[in-house]
């Protein structure tokens, strides 16, 4: 054995602590400037370190949908976020002709295709809108996409078109390729994917009834050396009448990775819980019923809605859901503590919408208490109830209420107290599809589900069914900067995202557009 004198060890030791300081660093460096995923983040708050150039042109824009099911004038399909990498790949999941998917990388740049990359993902059986094919960036630089069967697609080089792929399954590849043919037509994954800090993927899956495999819906977690486990959803929740994962709900992660928050329920617009899981052992920890604010009947939870749970700073989680029964369509978005034992303000919009972090710096004429406040959209679908189609997106504060400023939420006519707005922005596009002489002041609704925040310049990239994108200055409470993407179409909502050079992406009528100064 070499022997090493105290002055050999000494510089050696400081080497060691600066390089795995350093390597510390450069993992969250790098971390917090990729797009990993759905909101951005395993917490989903959508915030960006990026900050976004001037949207003054479309850089370019390929399509997300090679063959778009239109419903009359409108297009009710969910499309996944794109992933961006730190050196600036963005990874476009495209719903292919045939109804497949695939994943295009691309240069952030030019859009410039580097490769396309093959899934066999079957989207789970589905009424109303159609779910989404959420991957995720997985580590440093790899990427993690679903298959069929309940299986995953890891690919350790994102940015190289000469990876190879490799596929695992919760439930073990050597059963996986023992029963191919029963995996596949009876498991599917149906929410997109998240990835914790060690590299661990988070997904829920449903199983068809009766299905041969002994699998039963739930929440499953696969490790970086591919060993997979999973919790039934009626574990999850405590209550075995709870069957399903809600679709397209990410799973979202407590900010020390300790807790899964996820949504289980038992069948389309149904009640359900959200639930805490234990990410070590992937065993029950905690468990809430969702109820509607204003007269605590069971909250409704669509299929066809992608609001996920996000995880804000201080560890309190929200989740948009539905109310119960439907009235202005605009849903609660619901609050409550890291263990899901207290109940907190509700915010006064929640259908199909994941609440994005505002950090309260960033709104100078917010003098509240909050260190932070969260962006929602805040429409008022005219015709439905007392909506009156004034379409808005709001910053509101979690932590202090107001008497929601909507007619009608119940029959005692007793105003639900809700989180108060700090900022509204109303949409500038008159809405011509409805009745103007009974909707005189009905503007575009807000097609925005999960708002990419431009903390350094104060600002969200918004997304409206006018066919445009904004961007919304919080210090002087203005929209700016709007580029024409499409003619305008009713639409399933979609993310933005802040990307490599400050370019912000939007989809709008199937396609995905760069947008930034040319």
């Known amino acids: 054995m070499l022997e090493l004198s105290k002055k050999t060890f000494a510089p050696m030791v400081c080497a060691g602590l600066f390089m795995a300081i350093s390597s510390q660093s450069f993992s969250q460096i790098w971390r917090s400037q990729e797009w990993t995923g759905y909101g951005g983040n395993s917490q989903h708050t959508a915030m960006s370190s990026i900050a976004s150039s001037p949207m003054s042109k ?70 109303g809108w159609t779910p989404t094919c959420g991957g995720s960036l997985y580590q440093l630089n790899s990427t993690v996409v679903p298959g069929i069967g309940g299986t995953i697609y890891m690919r350790p080089q994102a940015d190289s078109a000469s990876s190879q792929v490799q596929q695992w399954a919760f439930y073990g590849m050597d059963k996986y390729n023992a029963s191919k043919s029963a995996y596949n037509s009876d498991v599917y994954i149906c929410t997109p994917l998240t990835v914790d800090n060690a590299g661990n993927v988070y997904f829920g899956f449903r199983v068809n009834s009766g299905s041969t495999t002994g699998l039963t819906s739930g929440i499953a977690k696969v490790t970086p050396s591919g060993v997979g486990s999973y919790i039934s959803s009626g574990d999850a929740a405590n209550d075995q009448s709870i069957t399903v994962p809600a679709i397209n709900c990410a799973p979202a992660l407590s900010n020390d990775q300790s807790t899964l928050y996820i949504t289980v329920h038992s069948g389309d617009w149904t009640g359900g819980y959200l639930v805490g899981i234990d990410t070590a052992t992937m065993q029950y920890k905690y468990a809430t019923r969702l109820l509607d604010p204003k007269n605590g009947s069971q909250a409704l939870i669509p299929d066809s809605s992608t609001a996920t749970p996000m995880v804000g700073p201080d560890g309190d989680v929200f989740y948009g859901v539905y109310e119960n029964p439907g009235f202005n369509s605009r849903g609660w978005m619901l609050h409550y503590d890291g263990t899901l034992a207290t109940t907190k303000i509700p915010g006064g919009f929640g259908w199909d919408d994941t609440a994005s972090v505002v950090p309260s710096q960033c709104v100078p004429s917010y003098t509240g208490k909050s260190s932070y406040l969260i962006l929602t959209k805040y429409n008022s679908y005219a015709g439905y109830g007392y909506g009156d189609g004034v379409n808005k997106v709001a910053i509101l504060d979690p932590n202090n209420s107001a008497p929601l400023s909507l007619n009608g939420l119940n029959t005692q006519n007793q105003p639900v107290m809700a989180m108060a707005p700090v900022l509204t922005v109303t949409g500038i596009t008159p809405d011509n599809t409805v009745n103007r002489t009974v909707f005189p002041h009905a503007v575009h609704e807000w097609c925005i589900n999960s708002a990419a925040v431009d903390v350094k310049q104060k600002c969200a990239i918004l997304n409206s069914e006018d066919g445009r994108s904004y961007k919304w200055n919080f210090v002087t409470n203005t929209l700016q900067q709007t580029n024409v993407l499409s003619g305008g179409l009713g639409e399933a909502y979609t993310s933005t995202e802040i990307g490599k050079y400050g370019i912000s992406f939007a989809i709008n009528n199937a396609r995905l557009f760069a947008l930034g100064r040319p």
């Open 58 to 127: 479309v850089l370019w824009s390929v399509p997300v949908d090679q063959n778009p099911q239109y419903s009359g004038s409108e297009l009710l399909i969910h499309y996944a976020p794109p992933m961006i990498t730190y050196s600036g790949t963005v990874l476009v999941m495209v719903r292919t002709a045939a109804g497949g998917f695939q994943v295009e990388a691309r240069r952030v740049l030019t859009g410039g295709l580097i490769y396309t990359q093959p899934t066999d993902y079957v989207l789970p059986p589905y009424g």
